[in-house]
């Protein structure tokens, strides 16, 4: 996939592009837009094509972010496990988190609490950023 398809509110992005805006969000905020926004379009394909995948998280990983030189991703903790290092200034790739649970106050509520689930953002790194851990030393 060399562009990504116009949603109402981007138009048409080359790869390049697509994965510059992602690299160059800045705050919890814009990258947390910027998901909403990946996965309106995630859901839109999975509509249009349910063999895709099953989960937004996978859409976005493997139809927008996977390519030739981006082919597989895993958290920091995740590459040094497994034996490497995040290139130094590598930027992440962002999906969401697994859901927490979170308590909010409520004043109407006996319990003075409601619980709902939050999702969070992940940040991914591809095996092109990363160099064997010996390599890195």
Same mark, same amino acid.
């Given at each position: 996939?060399? !562009?990504? =398809?116009? !949603?109402?509110?981007?138009? $048409? /992005?080359?790869?390049? @592009?697509?994965?510059?805006?992602?690299?160059? #969000?800045?705050?919890?905020? =814009?990258?947390?837009? +910027?998901?909403?926004?990946?996965?309106? #379009?995630?859901?839109?394909?999975?509509?249009?094509?349910?063999?895709?995948? @099953?989960? $937004?998280? @996978?859409?976005?990983?493997?139809?927008?972010?996977?390519? @030739?030189?981006?082919?597989?991703?895993?958290t920091f903790k995740g590459w040094k496990e497994k034996g490497y290092i995040v290139t130094k200034?590598?930027?992440?790739?962002?999906?969401?988190? *697994?859901?927490?649970? $979170?308590?909010? *106050?409520? =004043?109407?509520?006996?319990?003075?609490?409601?619980?709902?689930?939050?999702?969070?953002?992940?940040? +991914?790194?591809?095996?092109? &950023?990363?160099?064997? /851990?010996? #390599?890195? &030393?």
């Amino acid at each position: 996939m060399d !562009t990504i =398809e116009p !949603t109402q509110e981007s138009p $048409v /992005l080359s790869k390049k @592009d697509f994965y510059n805006r992602i690299f160059t #969000a800045q705050g919890m905020e =814009e990258k947390r837009n +910027l998901l909403k926004e990946l996965s309106e #379009a995630a859901k839109m394909m999975m509509e249009l094509n349910p063999d895709i995948g @099953d989960r $937004v998280n @996978d859409v976005i990983l493997n139809a927008m972010y996977k390519n @030739d030189e981006h082919n597989e991703f895993n958290t920091f903790k995740g590459w040094k496990e497994k034996g490497y290092i995040v290139t130094k200034g590598s930027k992440a790739f962002i999906i969401w988190s *697994k859901p927490r649970k $979170v308590e909010k *106050k409520n =004043e109407k509520k006996e319990s003075g609490k409601d619980e709902y689930k939050m999702y969070g953002i992940a940040h +991914l790194f591809s095996n092109a &950023q990363v160099e064997p /851990l010996k #390599a890195a &030393q």
